[in-house]
């Protein structure tokens, strides 16, 4: 068979445009016919398949009981199972709609089955299981036939059109990094900061609720750490640059890809070639596989030295850190503000740093340009009635976007009550923003606040200890019309909200489990119950 070459592509429908891709092309083209001095182009019959099936013209529903950041990779893949390609690539996705990819679970998968993205490797919170798992769908993509229905007929792409500067991780700004503060006293076992930047320089603004991307830069120490186990040359030229300059710029230097190990297995021979084998398939042949960074494989092939180019390119490329924003652009304008966990941890007699907490705790400067860009929130804002109560559920650092919430809400004169459930290890150390908690609850703006902390007793206390206790009220609210936040840790904290959450509205709204599952699951349908989880 011949391969047509689609010709070139008008842009008149733009992207912001309420159509899908299939759409908008079908539609550029139409208008380009009819603008055309040489006569209309006729469609080919991928693009009017696709136009005419549209999403769901591969037979299905368009229901995704995957999508849940709490569920394993393998029952997600299960409950896809006999689904079309593109919906079993979703569910591969981390569930969590972060926009850290550039696309939504949904949008990527369509984006990877229709050939307009090439990059597998776009999931940050997915990690190696979703990069696997795409990777072995691709393959089933690439040998289907063409009349097997396997995937969305591919249309050609119309010429991107360029992002407006901070909006887009293709298009970042260079922000300025101001100052950065404790929150924990002395004594507590957490490393958490306030971080403020500057945006007045690059004319980004946001709404409360969205997201900031950071693109940080890996340690130089651990740079030079990696070039050492190498033998190589720092000024080695990669990409034309310096060898140090691409590692620490442009390279992931956390869990070691299987790429990495595909390479080590070329350049090594024996049971070493074996083990590096079994790592590029995903088994775990020492019971180490999930402590292998770029830095712990070099050291337990050690001796293999594989060329800094060939090495650099089977790294997988840096990816940007989203982090939940902590300020108001209505209350501070030009500012932006953060709530950092640092993560340090240590294996064997190594200390790990966290890429981007650790960028933002120590390897900055006040004056410092950082490259940033807002990521706008998907069903995560404040509810467009400013008379409408708020329950907000976030321990820890989640409770980021509330502080912002509330700074909103007072900027905008928004009546609505403000009920903030808030919990940490102890109230001594780890009470953050106290002073300015405290300072809302006097005022009037914060109506209640419920505190828990976990190390304070003999038992762990959690906030959803603390929601049980005040159930009756909670459901109260809930009954007056009241939306519920929550913010954190997907696959503890979050589930067992939710958990308690049904608890109360079955034991204070009088219905059965069952009835009371059907009750918050309709909380979310409405808008009135969302989710900032990671």
Known sequence: MNQMTPPPKIEIIPSSAPFSEAQRSWLNGFFAGLLSTDGPTPLSAEQGAAVLQGSAGDGDDGEAPWHDQTMPIADRMKLAEGRPLRRRMMAAMAQQDCGQCGYNCNDYSDAIASKAEARL??????????????????????????????????????????????????????????????????????????????????????????????????????????????????????????LREALQDDVSLAPAPDTLFELLSFITGGAQREKARALAQGEDPDGD?????????????????????????????????????????????GKLSLTVDCVRYVIGKRKRLGLASTFLAERINPGDEVKVYVQK??????????????????????????????????????????????????????????????????????????????????????????MREVGRELWTWLAEGANVYICGDAKRMAKDVERALVDIVAQFGARSTDEAVLFVADLKKKGRFQQDVY
Not at 209 to 219: L, P
Not at 230 to 240: D, I, K, P, Y
Not at 308 to 319: G, I, R, S
């Open 121 to 242: 490797n776009l999931c940050v919170p997915g990690g190696k299981e979703t990069a696997r798992m795409l990777k072995a769908l691709n393959e089933e993509l690439e040998k289907a036939p063409p009349s097997s229905g396997a995937t969305i007929a591919p249309v050609a792409a119309a010429p991107a059109l360029p992002t407006e500067l901070g909006r887009s991780r293709d298009n970042p700004a260079p922000a300025t990094f101001v100052s950065r503060r404790l929150l924990n006293k002395a004594g507590s076992e957490k490393e958490t900061w306030h971080i403020d930047f500057d945006l007045s320089g690059c004319g980004l603004d946001y709404v409360v609720g969205d997201s900031f991307g950071i693109f940080a830069r890996n340690d130089l120490g651990h740079v030079d750490q990696i070039i050492a186990l190498l033998g190589a040359s720092h000024t080695t030229e990669v990409r034309g640059k310096t």
């Open 289 to 333: 596989a999930a402590t292998l960074d770029v830095m712990a494989a070099l050291q337990k092939f050690s001796g293999v030295r594989p060329h800094p180019e060939a090495f650099v390119e089977a790294l997988e490329p840096l990816q940007p850190r989203l982090y939940s924003i902590s300020s108001s652009h209505n209350a501070t304008p």
């Open 377 to 466: 929130a998907h069903g995560f804002a404040l509810p467009q009635d400013p008379k409408t109560p708020i329950i907000m559920i976030g321990p820890g650092t989640g409770i980021a976007p509330f502080r912002a919430f509330l700074h909103d809400r007072r900027a905008t004169g928004a009546t609505g009550k403000n009920w903030l459930f808030f919990g940490h290890q102890r109230s001594d150390y780890d009470f953050f923003y106290a002073d300015e908690l405290n300072a809302m609850k006097t005022s009037g703006l914060l109506t209640r606040m419920s505190l828990a902390w976990s190390r304070d007793g003999n038992k762990k206390f959690y906030v959803q200890d603390r």
